[in-house]
């Protein structure tokens, strides 16, 4: 059993910082690649950023590099997502989702909510 619980989301002014967390427990030998998605109000999930057990790091959306880093911290199963210069479009519920095992089995957060408003 694995559980995912995301943290760090809130409410910020425009041109703000947020830095998300996500802490991955329970019957975990190795977590493979790790990834934010966030999914704003009216449209579908989409995938903002990716980081291998090596720390490779990928960015899907131009729209967000640049502006956010996706980091871990191996030795505490941790993602993280830093997010400055936050813009209203950035407005989503974001999710960890990760690959553990040999098999690469995928997990999801539950997902923490980010606005972005004055």
């Known amino acids: 059993q694995v559980q995912l619980v995301e943290s760090g989301g809130g409410l910020v002014q425009p041109g703000g910082s947020l830095m998300l967390s996500c802490a991955a427990s329970?019957?975990?030998?190795?977590?493979?690649?790790m990834r934010w998605y966030r999914q704003a109000p009216g449209k579908e999930r989409e995938l903002v950023a990716a980081?291998?057990?090596?720390?490779?790091?990928?960015y899907a959306d131009g729209a967000v590099k640049g502006r956010f880093t996706i980091s871990r911290d191996n030795a505490k199963n941790t993602v993280f997502l830093q997010m400055n210069s936050l813009k209203a479009e950035d407005t989503a519920v974001y999710y960890c989702?990760?690959?553990?095992?040999?098999?690469?089995?995928?997990?999801w957060g539950k997902g923490t909510l980010v606005t972005v408003s004055s």
């Open positions: 980081i291998t057990s090596g720390g490779s790091t990928n």
């Open positions: 329970g019957s975990i030998f190795k977590i493979n690649n």
């Open positions: 989702n990760v690959d553990i095992g040999s098999s690469s089995r995928n997990y």
